[in-house]
């Protein structure tokens, strides 16, 4: 039979390393990326994995192009980016879950209870002072009323658009 001390400090070793990969593998998830190019190859939208778009590239003859119909073009490019870049996230997901199981398993080895520690819940919040309680009254059934957004007016509407008619793709 195997001495137990030194069977311990292998497993607890092969924890460290996992947890080591782990952390590792969780720091690359923002890193991914994914980009996607529309059909008529007028448009080029590049994003992240939680869909945040990083670049949009447009061709040069998007400038004679319908302003609905452009619109359209970059959501439908920015929509497949997503897509892709979805994919890409499930798929590093899926080998995060199974170094997750792995570590499970090797925890359990050393601690048959520890497998609380990969599904117990976290609790609520506890109150750190004794002073910082709720509060005796409760909270108001009708919540505060807010202000109403202000409208732009048209004349910021009509410079807006004279700004992006005159420089349509923000460049100097």
Do not use: C, W
């Amino acid at each position: 039979m195997t001495n137990e001390p030194d069977h311990l400090k292998e497993i607890a070793e092969r924890v460290r390393a996992q947890v080591a990969e782990l952390e590792s593998q969780m720091s690359k998830v923002d890193a991914i990326e994914a980009e996607a190019e529309s059909m008529d190859r007028m448009v080029r939208v590049r994003v992240n994995a939680n869909g945040m778009v990083l670049s949009i590239q447009l061709h040069q003859a998007t400038a004679r192009m319908d302003r609905g119909r452009l619109g359209a073009l970059i959501a439908e490019t920015a929509q497949a980016a997503t897509y892709r870049a979805s994919d890409a996230a499930h798929q590093f997901f899926e080998g995060l879950i199974a170094t997750r199981a792995e570590l499970q398993q090797a925890a359990e080895a050393i601690h048959p209870q520890s497998r609380e520690m990969f599904t117990a819940q976290p609790s609520a919040p506890q109150h750190r002072a004794p002073g910082l309680g709720p509060s005796a009254q409760p909270p108001s059934a009708y919540p505060a009323q807010q202000r109403p957004l202000l409208h732009p007016s048209l004349e910021d509407e009509d410079a807006h658009y004279e700004r992006f008619n005159q420089n349509p793709f923000g460049r100097y």
